[in-house]
């Protein structure tokens, strides 16, 4: 438990609580949830309203809990009381950024903007601006202002990325973005400009080539698979940057590849050659990341069915099929406005067992839908032979309301 300070020390707990800002400001960091460390941040503010660190304090209890009224009301106090203080950004940033659509909060902003137009960390405050309400007329006038003055501000890809992204029809941005990536080739950030750039227009020909001579001259970036990722997943490049995708996953020691892996299976619309490469390495990962590809899986064979037949007609392995399966069931789990067009384009093509299979796991997870349980009932009438039946028979016994269902659509034994 912390400690809090008894009425009867006054003057030594004001000691004791402006000295103990170091202490006080981890705790927050660490623990934003807790009550108790937040109360005892806000006796702590309370009591030290002009130590000089009050800004640091307040400005990681906004980052921890922005929409806290409480806190915005604090924050908003303490920007009235030091409307010329330069580290005010540090408490407006993650402000605007925990609410970007807040009127208050942009207010907030736009005023302190409009103080500090030369500040040289006010696209601290412009890009969650940005990002927050891209299509603003006001916010993006406020955003071209500042970068027009800030050309080869090299912060500036941090207003710019959010710009290109909230406005990727706009010429004026995009040729803004590219401006600024000729005239800072070799900025160790540039990959993050570029990224959006290749959201909004990946089969212009000026971003393609930003975007393969970034990959071409940079090949052992840590950020690399990040930008190789977008640069599939949007197919930038055509079939270039699946080739691409797959010689990275071939190097030995590659940061990062559930990124690519996940690329592949969507971009590739979950190609048996994609879903091959994607089970060989699902060992390498981390349980978190193995997830992260599964749920990608999931997503690319439920929009693609005849590619998910495909792939239990091509992929041999045993447990390879356990997989499909089960991811089969979860994109049906995931996306249900899609079971419909999937077992029409590649459920009814499987084959018996591939199907009592799938019906086994869409049971067990479960998986709701009147659609499927059509499906169930009209699969247990034409397969009784099938080994599938009778494991399936005994997991609609767990389901009482579903086997009640099923039992109205068709002759079950008793």
Known sequence: MLSRPSPGRANEDDSELAGGFGVIAPLVKGNPTSEEVVDLARTWLAANKDHPQVYWLLATLVAV???????????????????????????????????????????????????????????????????GNPTSEEVVALARTWLAGNKKHHQAYQVLAPLVAGNPASEEVVALAQAWLTTNKKHPQAHQLIAPLVKANPTSPEVEQLAWTWLDENPDHPQVSNLLAVVIRHLCGGEKALQRGEEYLCRPGCRHPEQILAALLTAGKAEPRYVRLAMARLGELTPRHRNFVLAKLSTALIHNPKNACRCLEEIAERRSHDILYLSCAFGMKMYPERIQAFIEEGFRRMTAHDQGQILLRIVNRPVESPDLDALIAGWLDDNYRQREYALLLSALQQYPDRLQRVQELCMLPE
Do not use: C, F, M
């Open 65 to 131: 809990i922005p929409t806290s009224k409480e806190v915005i009301i604090l924050a908003r106090t303490w920007l009235a009381d030091n409307k010329e203080h330069p580290q005010a950004y540090h408490i407006l940033a993650p402000l605007v950024k925990g609410n970007p659509t807040s009127e208050e909060v942009v207010s907030l902003a736009r005023t302190w903007l409009a103080d500090n137009k030369d500040h040289p960390q006010a696209y601290h405050v412009i890009a969650p601006l940005v990002a």
